[in-house]
């Protein structure tokens, strides 16, 4: 089993920025991909970034495109999403989830693990 923990969300000011960490438990997730998906208040869970189980390869959603990077630490068993030029839609809940394969997925309902979320607010 694995257990996916999120931290790093909190209120900032627009243009400002945050760095989300996701950290697993329960099993090594090397060479497994993960994904960042976030949730607005009326919205459906939407794909924001991720990342192949090597770390080689990643995908961004264009409304996040140049302002949000995600990186992983396999050593440490944690996923980052480093967020920049925040803005206030960028407003969520945001979800650290895991794919057990290396290559992944831009559908959340193909993830097998998901972390509770951190939420994130940034004021105008």
């Not at 994904?35 to 208040?41: D, S, V, Y």
């Not at 979800?95 to 607010?121: E, H």
């Amino acid at each position: 089993q694995v257990q996916l923990v999120e931290s790093g969300g909190g209120l900032v000011q627009a243009g400002g920025s945050l760095r989300l960490s996701c950290a697993g438990s329960g099993r090594t997730f090397s060479g497994y991909a993960m994904g960042w998906f976030r949730q607005a208040p009326g919205k459906e869970r939407e794909f924001v970034t991720a990342i192949s189980g090597s770390g080689g390869n990643t995908a961004t959603a264009d409304s996040v495109k140049g302002r949000f990077t995600i990186s992983r630490d396999n050593a440490k068993n944690t996923v980052y999403l480093q967020m920049n030029s925040l803005k206030p839609e960028d407003t969520a809940v945001y979800y650290c989830a895991l794919i057990r394969k290396n290559w992944y997925s831009t559908r959340f309902d193909q993830y097998d693990y998901w972390g509770q979320g951190t939420q994130v607010t940034v004021s105008s």
